[in-house]
T-cell receptor
Framework: SQKIEQNSEALNIQEGKTATLTCNYT??????LQWYRQDPGRGPVFLLL?????KEKRKERLKVTFDTTLKQSLFHITASQPADSATYLC?????????????FGRGTSLIVHP | NAGVTQTPKFRVLKTGQSMTLLCAQD?????MYWYRQDPGMGLRLIHY???????AKGEVPDGYNVSRLKKQNFLLGLESAAPSQTSVYFC???????????FGPGTRLTVL
């Protein structure tokens, strides 16, 4: 069955450094991959979407890469700030029937220390 | 423009009781989703709808029913609540299936 893997251990980094989060998947080839941010007690908020034919997407301090050969997406936050501390979720369509309904990973917690 | 709203925000039920969670969106989105989020389990899809009058099962549909009588509303029902349904429930909507999902603030449900 399809699996989406995000590091369950929190990522701790110093302010100003680049944070890199990983989303790995197995089996199927998704048509797209999304990244969301979730703060405690709140619903996820969309950040970026990258499609299967795109290698990289940028938005301000955020960058997403999508390697369909490695079956991996990397999410980078440059010049990280304490306000970037949150849980980051990846979501991708893994349904073999072609419904394109996304499945979410369990998320990785990012803690940026001042 | 309120986005996605959920009612209620909190609820405590006894085992066997029933309740309905209401989700409303004002963005004219076709797709609507119900998720549950448990510690260490991430977001899991319960049911979804691809348009008014349609519903489909997600990853964990057992014990839940849904209805989408109006495009802007998506209802999640628990007919006979069980402690295993204690969770935080999120509703989301999107224009198309590959588009951004907009989430509501969540409903924290406890079943005793």
């Amino acid at each position: 069955s399809q699996k989406i893997e995000q590091n369950s251990e929190a990522l701790n980094i110093q302010e100003g450094k680049t944070a890199t989060l990983t989303c790995n998947y197995t089996n199927y080839s998704p048509a797209y991959l999304q990244w969301y941010r979730q703060d405690p007690g709140r619903g996820p908020v969309f950040l970026l979407l990258i499609r299967e034919n795109e290698k990289e997407k940028r938005k301000e301090r955020l960058k997403v890469t999508f390697d369909t050969t490695l079956k991996q997406s990397l999410f980078h936050i440059t010049a990280s700030q304490p306000a970037d501390s949150a849980t980051y979720l990846c979501a991708l369509d893994v349904s073999p029937g072609g419904s394109y309904i996304p499945t979410f990973g369990r998320g990785t917690s990012l803690i940026v220390h001042p | 423009n309120a986005g996605v709203t959920q009612t209620p925000k909190f609820r405590v039920l006894k085992t066997g009781q029933s309740m309905t969670l209401l989700c409303a969106q004002d963005m004219n989105h076709e797709y609507m989703y119900w998720y549950r989020q448990d510690p260490g389990m991430g977001l899991r899809l319960i049911h979804y709808s691809v348009g008014e009058g349609t519903t489909a099962k997600g990853e964990v549909p057992d014990g839940y029913n849904v209805s989408r009588l109006k495009k802007q509303n998506f209802l999640l029902g628990l007919e006979s609540a069980a402690p295993s349904q204690t969770s935080v429930y999120f509703c989301a909507s999107s224009y198309g299936v590959k588009d951004t999902q907009y989430f509501g603030p969540g409903t924290r449900l406890t079943v005793l």
